[in-house]
C-alpha cells in the first residue's frame, strides 16, 4: 500500500504516520526528518536545505524530489510505503505520481484537518527527543523526566521553526502551497480526510478507518 500523510505542520503527522506504517507494514519517512538528518551530517544538501527550514518556508521542489523519490526507489519491493510531509507542492506531487505511474500510483492521501489556533498551541509547546525524534508536548503530553525521552532517553529540544515567528510562517506557507494538493486528491478520488483535533488514538482510529476503506464511501472526483 502506497500512502501519503497531508496536514498543516502541528496536525500530528509524525505521530500518526509512526503508528500507521507500523499497522500496515511498510516503511515510511518524514521529509522534513531526511532534511534534518542532512543538516545533522553538514551534507551539502543539507548546507542547502538549511537556510529555507530556519525561515520556514520550502526547500526548493528539484532538490526534494531528488531526495525523496531517492528514498523511495531504495524501497522498492518493501510492499509500499508512508510518506509524511510529502508531497507539499504540485510539482512534487505530479514528480511522486509519474514515478508510481508502473506501480498503480498512490493508493491513498489522508488529510489530517486542525484548526490554525490548536497547531499554534501545539508546535509552541512541541519538544522532540534528538536521537529517535519522538515528540512530547510541554503541556499535553509531558515525557516523565524533564528533558529527557521516555523511549530512550535522549535529549528534548525544541526545533529552531517551532518557535513563535517560524510556526506562523509555516502555517502559512501550508495553506497558500499545500493546502491546493488536498484538491489535487480529491480529484483523483483517493482522497480521505480525519479530524486531527481528538486525541492520539482516536485520530489514529479514523487514519486506519481511511485506509482499510471503512471510513465510508470513496470520494467522487
Ligand atoms: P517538517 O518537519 O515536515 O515540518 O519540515 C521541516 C522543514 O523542512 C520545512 O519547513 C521545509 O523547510 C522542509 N521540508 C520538509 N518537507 C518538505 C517538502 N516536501 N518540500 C519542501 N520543503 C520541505
Not at 73 to 95: K, N, S, V, Y
Not at 114 to 137: D, K, P
Amino acid at each position: 500500500m502506497k500512502v501519503i500523510l497531508i496536514g498543516p505542520p502541528g496536525a500530528g503527522k509524525g505521530t500518526q504516520a509512526a503508528r500507521a506504517a507500523e499497522a500496515i507494514g511498510v516503511p515510511r519517512v518524514s521529509s522534513g526528518d531526511l532534511f534534518r538528518d542532512h543538516l545533522r551530517r553538514d551534507t551539502e544538501l543539507g548546507r542547502l536545505a538549511r537556510s529555507y527550514m530556519e525561515r520556514g518556508v520550502l526547500v526548493p521542489d528539484d532538490v526534494t524530489i531528488m531526495m525523496v523519490m531517492g528514498w523511495v526507489t531504495d524501497r522498492e519491493g518493501e510492499g509500499g510505503f508512508l510518506l509524511d510531509g510529502f508531497p507539499r507542492t504540485p510539482g512534487q506531487a505530479e514528480a511522486l505520481d509519474e514515478a508510481m505511474v508502473e506501480q498503480g500510483g498512490i493508493d491513498r492521501a489522508v488529510n489530517i484537518k486542525v484548526s490554525r489556533e490548536v497547531l499554534v498551541r501545539r508546535l509552541a509547546g512541541r519538544l522532540i527527543c534528538r536521537n529517535c525524534q519522538t515528540s512530547y508536548h510541554k503541556e499535553f503530553a509531558p515525557p516523565r523526566n524533564e528533558d529527557e525521552c521516555d523511549l530512550c532517553g535522549g535529549e528534548l529540544y525544541q526545533r529552531d521553526d517551532d518557535r513563535p515567528e517560524a510556526v506562523v510562517k509555516r502555517i502559512q506557507v501550508y495553506l497558500d502551497e499545500t493546502a491546493p494538493l488536498v484538491e489535487f486528491y480529491r480529484r483523483s478520488g483517493i482522497l480521505r480526510e480525519v479530524d486531527g483535533e481528538g486525541a492520539v488514538e482516536r485520530v489514529g482510529d479514523a487514519i486506519m478507518d481511511a485506509l482499510n476503506g471503512r471510513a465510508g464511501r470513496r470520494e467522487l472526483p
